[in-house]
């Protein structure tokens, strides 16, 4: 009996497509960029732990009625940008979303609404130094992602913002450290001054 290529290559596409619907597998590729965004910040580099980013959403007016009919909710996400991922192989983009690492910051989850959404968001101070991007991605009810929108372009080199984050080192610990340098100098002057006056007193 000759064997079928064609016909068994067709049957192993569909067995994997299955197996990996079956196992969650949700490809960015596969979602719709149905959500338009926005974000407002202000000029220049933000600070983490400082400075507000403001994020708008709104669904695409030109989809047809009905698109987000299955849409429950809108999970905001800091992405970085692709030069901040260069040669960092833990922040690396996959299409597979279960391992994609390029949004690793959480936002806000909020109730989905075709319009009038904003969001304000302080940098948190964990947040490392790089370029970024805000990702919107639409939830179901089940939690999946289904559809996503973002404040940059599908090459992501455009409306993209700078974050520094912090030192580690604060005013308070500065002037700590300044004046407990000045008492170990005062208090080594004074043990010497001490010990030449009681050597004076001893002869």
Not at 90 to 110: A, G, P, S
Not at 120 to 134: A, K, L, M, S
Not at 149 to 155: E, I, L, P, R, V
């Amino acid at each position: 009996m000759a064997i079928n290529t064609r016909a068994i290559l067709v049957a192993t596409i569909v067995i994997c497509s299955l197996l990996a619907a079956c196992d969650g597998e949700i490809l960015l590729s596969n979602l719709k960029k149905t959500l338009q965004v926005s974000v407002d910040h202000r000029k220049g580099v933000l600070m983490a732990g400082e400075d507000t980013l403001t994020i708008d959403w709104f669904l695409n007016k030109t989809l047809k009625a009905g698109r987000d009919s299955n849409y429950k909710s809108v999970k905001l996400q800091l992405c970085f940008s692709p030069i901040s991922q260069k040669d960092r192989a833990w922040r690396k983009t996959e299409d597979h979303l279960k391992k994609d690492k390029t949004c690793q910051f959480k936002i806000v989850t909020m109730p989905y609404k075709s319009s009038n959404n904003n969001y304000n968001w302080t940098i948190e101070r964990d947040i490392p130094t790089g370029t970024y991007f805000v990702r919107a991605y639409v939830l179901n009810a089940n939690g999946e992602e289904i559809d996503y929108g973002q404040n940059t372009d599908d090459k992501k080199v455009d409306n993209l913002f700078e974050v520094q984050s912090i030192s580690g080192r604060h005013a308070t610990l500065d002037i700590c450290s300044v004046v407990f340098s000045v008492f170990s100098v005062v208090a080594l002057f004074a043990f010497f001054y001490m010990e030449k006056r009681n050597a004076k007193a001893s002869k």
